[in-house]
T-cell receptor, first 109, second 112 residues
């Protein structure tokens, strides 16, 4: 079992729909990262959060440290949101980062 | 734009050759991590450098090696390339202590 599990693996939505991507992890962490990867490979860090909720524009990220679960929500989705969204966690007392396999989001106009 | 730049952006090598990939860190960041991302998978941690010393390593063979320079830029070297080394190689810079990491655009390596 992977240490970081994301669901769904693929997601297709119509423009304007509310999107939820989930991440569960099994290692102890102090923070969790949500990343966005566009075709071609470039990765952008969207959020780093250790508790509660963060909001940036149409993006909202929540985390429950006790349940080892995080969600990324996109409100009023737009075709430009089409990308792979990756959940990543740096385990406690470790220097690396464990990544989920990513969720490929396609938003159709 | 994150301030982390990688070069080259694309590279084709032959099996058995050696390759060097480069990463310039975000200004002020003293930690750089390298990742390998195979097609359709999440990135896998290769190693991390902090102040020119290796500070952690993932499950990669010794033919994957690295360097970090006094200006905190970094190199990833891969010897005796294998077909399975074909992947996107990403570097990320940060301040030590688990702070937010900034990723480069990646180098797409194809081994033929």
């Amino acid at each position: 079992k992977n240490e970081v599990e994301q669901s769904p693996q693929n997601l297709t939505a119509q423009e304007g729909e509310f999107i939820t991507i989930n991440c569960s992890y099994s290692v102890g962490i102090s923070a969790l990262h949500w990343l966005q990867q566009h075709p071609g490979g470039g990765i952008v860090s969207l959020f780093m959060l250790s508790s509660g909720k963060k909001k940036h524009g149409r993006l909202i990220a929540t985390i429950n440290i006790q349940e080892k679960h995080s969600s990324l929500h996109i409100t009023a989705s737009h075709p430009r949101d089409s990308a792979v969204y990756i959940c990543a966690v740096p385990p406690l007392n470790n220097n690396d980062m464990r990544f989920g396999a990513g969720t490929r989001l396609t938003v159709k106009p | 734009e994150t301030g982390v730049t990688q070069s080259p952006t694309h590279l084709i090598k032959t099996r058995g050759q050696q390759v060097t990939l480069r990463c310039s860190s975000q200004s002020g960041h003293n930690t750089v991590s390298w990742y390998q991302q195979a097609l359709g998978q999440g990135p896998q941690f290769i190693f991390q450098y902090y102040r020119e010393e290796e500070n952690g390593r993932g499950n990669f063979p010794p033919r994957f090696s690295g360097l970090q320079f006094p200006n905190y830029s970094s190199e990833l070297n891969v010897n005796a390339l294998e077909l399975d080394d074909s992947a996107l190689y990403l570097c990320a810079s940060s301040l030590a202590g688990g702070a937010r990491a900034f990723f480069g655009q990646g180098t797409r390596l194809t081994v033929v």
